[in-house]
């Protein structure tokens, strides 16, 4: 694996440890879930790299990660699901006006994000440094 994927797993890890501790603050749902889609979003660029794919967009890295990962079922495909989700909910989250995202829809995304970078660390064997 390469440097720049360790380095990605370490913040897709990262964020989700922000994103959990979000969850304790009623005024930070929709941060919460904007963190959470980060964290799957550093996952699934760090699954990308293994490919030796790179992409410039949000929207192609979410694209990408259903190609070459659910669809071919490298992963399951509920991963592509959860990736696509966050991403909807981070739009949300991130473009909305006030609070955005539920306590319910955060904590969901903030679970779906620490299987997911489980699920790509153990696709890519890798683990807690």
């Known amino acids: 694996m390469s440097d720049e994927a360790r380095q990605l797993l370490r913040d897709a890890r990262r964020n989700v ?3 959990t501790d979000l969850l304790t603050r009623e005024d930070a749902f929709d ?3 904007s963190r959470a889609y980060y964290a799957m979003f550093y ?3 760090a ?9 410039s967009s949000h929207s192609g890295v979410v694209s990408a990660f259903g190609r070459e990962f659910a669809k071919t079922e490298r992963l399951p495909r509920e991963l592509h699901g959860y990736l696509r989700r ?3 909910l981070r739009q949300s989250a991130d473009y909305g006006a006030g609070l955005s995202v539920s306590e319910p829809a955060a904590r969901g995304v903030v679970e779906n994000a ?3 970078i489980a699920a ?3 696709y890519l064997g890798a683990g807690e440094p």
């Open 86 to 88: 966050a991403f909807d």
């Open 47 to 55: 699954a990308l790299l293994s490919l030796s794919l790179s992409f």
């Open 43 to 45: 996952a699934a660029e």
């Open 120 to 122: 790509i660390e153990e």
């Open 31 to 33: 941060i919460a879930a």
């Open 114 to 116: 620490a299987q997911f």
């Open 17 to 19: 440890r922000v994103a």
